[in-house]
């Protein structure tokens, strides 16, 4: 293979494919672990492999037998029917997170926060007629009209004015900025644990504990997205268990479904039941398919110790970070858990990703001076040492 055969494919986008993202001039064609393969045949390690999707890594084995398997007897099932896998999955998500509650799948992130907006504003009609929603500076939650309207980042909604109204903004990490974000109209706080897309900026447990209590004195429902965070990238199955919180609703996507589109909305129960039939639907969601993913995920997850590896790894991987910063000015902050970090840069970071795929090893930058990792947690000690090694070879040459 050649470089034409790279550039075959790209022309192929831009005759016939919406020019809706920013995409390097790479073909991949085939993917396994952490390592990802180009059209031309170019190995590469991949710290942020599907912006999170692969969290256990591309193809993995027990997710791809799953998908094979239920593939071969039935792809979907409409839901005004039963199919056992549903239930299953709904029951394993409400036992790693809320412990009670009810659950409704969806195709993606964006649309489990589409559903937590009608799951909040119902809940609130039905208690006072109530309808704004709390969300934070910086935030990013999707990009349909009601995920987007409750972004907390201008640069995402400009020229799709007018949006949804009820959204009001806080500060993210300051209770007295939320406590004056408050009305008569309140009807519920959304907030990530970690905003990735804001920066990788990590909520402190006092902070996620201080908006728990003030849903409690006024009657609001805390909803939190755990897209990114969720499924053990932090070294707990959902970022939120790290300030011991107890919400009213999660959001789950991204590695939920191990590459497969699917997301999650799971309420407690008293809340789940303002949805009743008719208030909502997905024609995709929690279809077979799906389902046999996220029990896949999950049982990988166990079986495999995978919170425990990123427990055993992260501490090393942001000790090398720290360390590297140290020595280079040019990196002003290392921030994130466990295997969800970012680099924050004196200089536009953009270019060194570049670089860095040059060098065979694919990172992220965001807020465009923020390098962003998002290593998939079957990564090896060797694997992540080497990718480190380019990372700090780029990082040093940048100085």
């Avoid at 029951?91 to 907006?117: C, D, H, P, R, Y």
């Avoid at 809340?271 to 208030?279: F, I």
């Amino acid at each position: 293979m050649t470089q034409a055969a790279t550039q075959r494919v790209v022309d192929q986008y831009q005759r016939y494919v919406m020019n809706t993202y920013v995409r390097q001039p790479l073909v991949l064609t085939k993917g396994k672990g952490t390592r990802v393969w180009d059209v031309e045949g170019h190995e590469y390690l991949d710290l942020f492999p599907g912006w999170g999707v692969s969290g256990l890594g591309y193809n993995h084995p027990w997710v791809m037998r799953a998908l094979r398997g239920q593939s071969l007897r039935i792809a979907h099932v409409a839901n005004n029917y039963y199919h056992p896998l549903q239930a299953q999955a709904a029951k394993k998500l409400i036992e790693l997170t809320l412990q009670e509650g009810k659950v409704f799948f969806t195709n993606s992130g964006a649309e489990a926060v589409e559903a937590a907006i009608k799951l909040a504003r119902r809940w609130g009609h039905a208690h006072g007629g109530r309808f704004e929603i709390i969300s934070f500076e910086q935030s990013f939650h999707g990009r349909t009209m009601g995920a987007l309207s409750a972004t907390g980042q201008a640069k995402h909604q400009q020229g799709f004015e007018p949006l949804l109204p009820g959204f009001v903004r806080a500060t993210y990490n300051d209770l007295a900025s939320v406590r004056q974000a408050l009305t008569a109209h309140t009807c519920a706080i959304l907030v990530e644990p970690i905003q990735g897309e804001g920066g990788v900026h990590v909520a402190t447990p006092a902070f996620l504990q201080g908006l728990r209590q003030l849903c409690d004195e006024r009657q609001l429902l805390l909803v939190v997205d755990e897209i990114q965070t969720g499924m053990g990238r932090t070294g707990t199955w959902c970022a939120y268990q790290h300030a011991d919180l107890k919400p009213d609703a999660v959001l789950l996507a991204k590695t939920l479904g191990g590459g497969f589109p699917v997301g999650a909305l799971i309420a407690r129960s008293a809340v789940a039941e303002v949805l009743s039939p008719g208030t909502h639907g997905a024609t995709y969601g929690g279809n077979p398919l799906a389902c046999a993913c996220i029990l896949a995920v999950c049982e990988a997850i166990v079986k495999e110790h995978l919170v425990e590896r990123v427990q055993q790894l992260a501490p090393s991987l942001l000790a090398r970070l720290i360390a590297l910063q140290a020595k280079l000015p040019l990196i002003k902050a290392i921030r994130g858990q466990g295997f969800m970090i970012g680099i924050e840069l004196a200089i536009d970071g953009r270019p060194l990703v570049e670089r860095c795929r040059a060098k065979r090893l694919l990172i992220n930058c965001t807020q465009e001076r923020v390098l962003r990792l998002l290593p998939a947690m079957t990564i090896t000690q060797a694997q992540l040492g080497r990718a480190l090694n380019i990372l700090e070879e780029v990082l040093t040459n940048a100085q």
